[in-house]
């Protein structure tokens, strides 16, 4: 597929596409990632994430409204890869530790993007006069980063320990 870029709001509508498709496609492997997790807190802690994964689309699909665009989705390759990861750690066998440890991997690394995308998004909106979309995006941004910290604080705290 090959796209036009004649200036930042042509990239700025094709990244919020891209991250649009991230977003649903993390709220539909949450719930197998949920019940692969054998520690309650750590399955709270996705099933927190997944609640916030659809308000996080739901702000989204505002912030396409406020640009007067339809939100639409364009596959975004890096969650696809990511998640593969996460399926052969929902499907594996043997230390239930060693397999909530590598889930809080892949989904810090999910994080990891999603914090990079919407930051990167924000400077866009910000640069093109949108600071309405700009607050939204900054809103997910920090909710990204607090759920990165959350997950560093879970595997440090016990999760990586057990699986040693």
């Given at each position: 597929m090959s796209m036009t870029f004649e200036a930042l709001n042509d990239l700025f509508t094709y990244e919020?596409?891209?991250?649009?498709?991230?977003?649903?496609?993390?709220?539909?492997?949450?719930?197998?990632?949920?019940d692969a997790a054998s520690l309650p807190y750590l399955k709270n802690k996705f099933n927190d994430q997944l609640t916030q994964t659809q308000e996080q689309i739901t702000r989204l699909e505002k912030a396409f409204n406020l640009l007067g665009i339809p939100p639409t989705r364009i596959r975004c390759e890096a969650i696809a890869g990511l998640l593969k990861d996460s399926d052969t750690l929902v499907q594996a066998e043997g230390n239930p530790a060693a397999i909530d440890a590598g889930l809080i991997s892949t989904a810090q690394k999910g994080e990891h993007y999603l914090i990079s995308a919407y930051g990167t998004l924000r400077t866009f909106a910000r640069t093109l006069g949108r600071k309405d979309v700009a607050d939204l995006l900054k809103t997910t941004l920090r909710e990204e980063a607090k759920a990165d910290e959350l997950l560093t604080t879970i595997a440090e705290a016990s999760i990586n320990k057990k699986a040693a």
């Open positions: 919020l596409q891209v991250i649009l498709d991230a977003e649903y496609q993390i709220a539909e492997a949450l719930p197998k990632m949920i």
